[in-house]
């Protein structure tokens, strides 16, 4: 059974913060790993996507991956309180369906 | 961009009611999917497809099925609808970049 494992918040920060968002998954043969952002009663919307070790930066995001730790996470500079919402990773191996975390709940606080 | 259309953005039905959920996609996406979400459990695969007339069963398949008879179209069936089955459903598809898109989602309530 492939496991996606975050935290479940609520992360509170303040606005202008760094949020920091956190994932780990048990399935070794992951190759891309996927940030979705899901603002309530909304679908999840894909933000960031990674491939190889080390950072990816896309505007105030970045995500982080370390495929030897199995740990993806993600970064955001300058939250706003438009980035409350609810964050899913997602790691893909092959052509299988994508495995969501439960997702980390983000408040940004004005 | 991506469309995926689902047909309704809310749903009242009754127990035993037989109900049927759309989606369609303008993508030509080989790969379809369909979750539902519930507070605190996060997004449950129910069934997938991966071509026309193909069929997968995904975590939670019971009490539900699909059809895909044609590359953009993949329902989901409520054979006959109960009141654990009131959720929020998803359909999904899934590019070639594993990338999946979202439909908008159906608030499903069985009453």
């Known amino acids: 059974q492939k496991e996606v494992e975050q935290n479940s918040g609520p992360l509170s920060v303040p606005e202008g913060a760094i949020a920091s968002l956190n994932c780990t998954y048990s399935?070794?043969?992951?190759?891309?790993f996927f940030w979705y952002r899901q603002y309530s009663g909304k679908s999840p919307e894909l933000i960031m996507s990674i491939y190889s070790n080390g950072d990816k930066e896309d505007g105030r995001f970045t995500a982080q991956l370390n495929k030897a730790s199995q740990y993806v996470s993600l970064l955001i500079r300058d939250s706003q309180p438009s980035d409350s919402a609810t964050y899913l990773c997602?790691?893909?191996?092959?052509?299988?369906?994508?495995?969501f975390g439960k997702g980390t709940r983000l408040s940004v606080i004005a | 961009d991506v469309k995926v259309t689902q047909s309704s953005r809310y749903l009242v039905k009754r127990t035993g009611e037989k109900v049927f959920l759309e989606c369609v996609q303008d993508?030509?996406?080989?790969?379809m999917f369909w979750y539902r979400q519930d507070p605190g459990l996060g997004l449950r695969l129910i069934y997938f497809?991966?071509?026309?007339?193909?069929?997968e069963k995904g975590d939670i398949p019971e009490g539900y099925s699909v059809s895909r008879e044609k590359k953009e179209r993949f329902s989901l069936i409520l054979e006959s609808a109960s009141t654990n089955q009131t959720s929020m459903y998803l359909c999904?598809?899934?590019?070639?970049?594993?990338?999946?898109?979202f439909g908008a989602g159906t608030r499903l309530s069985v009453l």
């Open positions: 497809s991966y071509d026309v007339k193909m069929k």
């Open positions: 997602a790691p893909s191996s092959g052509n299988t369906p994508l495995v």
């Open positions: 999904a598809t899934q590019s070639s970049e594993n990338i999946q898109y």
């Open positions: 993508m030509d996406h080989e790969n």
């Open positions: 399935d070794r043969v992951s190759q891309s």
